[in-house]
């Protein structure tokens, strides 16, 4: 206990340094704090219990991860929370090994691994890089798969605990500073958006049906979404980098339910939906919010640019799983006895669902310094380096 004062001392005292040389030279943000679902989770669901949670922890996920260790992530690989880490400039400690993110990743390690140890792990880790508190088969709706995942407003409750360690271990004057520079990644309602789409072919509802039911579904999920920036907005958060719902319709998993392998048009046209609310969400929140600053990242419409023009980006397939099974590899999950491919970079899905490694990489590349037409209003590097 004397050894963990002692190093968190030291952890206080160096962030005072590093946020003086951070502010000098545009450094990397002092944390990154993650939220959202699978495409984020860097493990969280591992610690979750109950038949129906959604779990990464076997093979073939992971095969390219450093040592093909299965560490949760929905990947063969990294992931876009990894990736956007990198990005900014957070490398990897002894202290997220301590952490059980598997000793590999550079990216914040999953808040469930240090939530039942004593307060001075995640206390340190909270400071130095931040802590990832997303989960596979989150929504922004309490509601959406219930009971098997951490929805949103968990998520930012957690944050809240949080934060209310870090301030009892090393005082408001040095916490606040922390939070109000570093990042928070939200990238959330994938989910939402897929389970209204099963409810609605249950139902057979026609594509006028569909369109004026999102409608109304936009405001639960807006209203939410709201709730959760403000909140995080309320604790100290300043800096926003989101990432909008890419083309679901065209994922493997909703492929296979058309004969001839289409995307789903009406469910990309009800992700584009709230894509526009969010965007005008975002927009209210700033002008309503003190120094909230944001960046959006489309990826939408990075997805649909990928799609039209695959070579470009070097890829050979857009429309089937590298790890799964049946049509297009899409009517089983990945498993240690799936069919896996061998050329994974150039598949834009790794399984049902889940971008592979490499367009997790692309994608957080095109939000952190890309083409301008895929961030508004600025970029993930410069909402880094904002003051």
């Not at 949760?72 to 900014?88: E, L, Q």
Request: contains cysteine; proline residues 5%; glycine residues 10%.
């Amino acid at each position: 206990m004397r050894m963990g004062s002692l190093l968190l001392c030291l952890v206080i005292s160096m962030l005072a340094l590093i946020g003086t040389v951070a502010d000098a030279v545009g450094g990397r943000p002092p944390a990154m704090y993650v939220f959202g679902s699978s495409i984020l989770d860097v493990g969280n669901n591992n610690y979750l219990r109950g038949a129906t949670v959604g779990r990464a922890n076997s093979p073939y996920y992971g095969v390219d991860f450093p040592g093909s260790t299965p560490t949760g992530r929905f990947s063969n690989g990294y992931n876009i929370a990894d990736y956007v880490a990198k990005n900014m400039g957070f490398a990897c400690s002894a202290l997220m090994c301590a952490a059980k993110n598997m000793g590999f990743a550079c990216s914040p390690p999953p808040y469930l691994s240090l939530a039942n140890s004593s307060s001075g792990p995640l206390v340190q880790t909270a400071l130095t890089s931040g802590i990832n508190y997303a989960s596979g088969g989150a929504g922004i709706l309490d509601s959406t798969n219930a009971g098997s995942t951490i929805p949103l407003s968990k998520e930012v409750k957690y944050f809240g605990a949080t934060k209310a360690k870090m301030v009892a271990a090393a005082g408001a004057n040095t916490v606040n500073p922390v939070i109000s520079r570093s990042i928070f990644l939200i990238g959330m309602g994938n989910n939402d958006l897929y389970v209204f789409a099963a409810s609605e072919r249950a139902r057979n509802r026609s594509d006028a049906e569909q369109r004026r039911d999102a409608a109304a579904l936009y405001a639960s999920l807006i209203s939410n979404y709201s709730a959760a920036v403000t909140e995080l907005y309320s604790l100290g958060a300043r800096k926003f980098a989101v990432i909008n719902v890419w083309m679901l319709g065209c994922v493997p998993g909703e492929r296979v339910l058309s004969p001839t392998g289409a995307c789903s048009d009406i469910l990309n046209q009800v992700v584009a939906g709230f894509n526009k609310a969010l965007g005008s969400l975002l927009v209210d929140l700033a002008a309503r919010l003190p120094g909230l600053v944001y960046s959006l990242g489309d990826s939408f419409g990075f997805t649909e640019d990928v799609l039209a023009n695959p070579g470009a980006s070097g890829y050979t397939d857009v429309a089937s799983t590298c790890c799964g099974g049946g049509r297009l590899g899409a009517e089983a999950w990945c498993s240690r006895n799936s069919t896996l491919c061998v050329n994974r970079d150039q598949h834009v899905f790794w399984d049902r669902v889940h971008p592979s490694q490499r367009t997790a990489f692309l994608i957080a590349r095109a939000f952190y310094d890309g083409p301008p037409k895929y961030t508004i209003p600025i970029n993930f590097k410069q909402l880094a380096q904002s003051s």
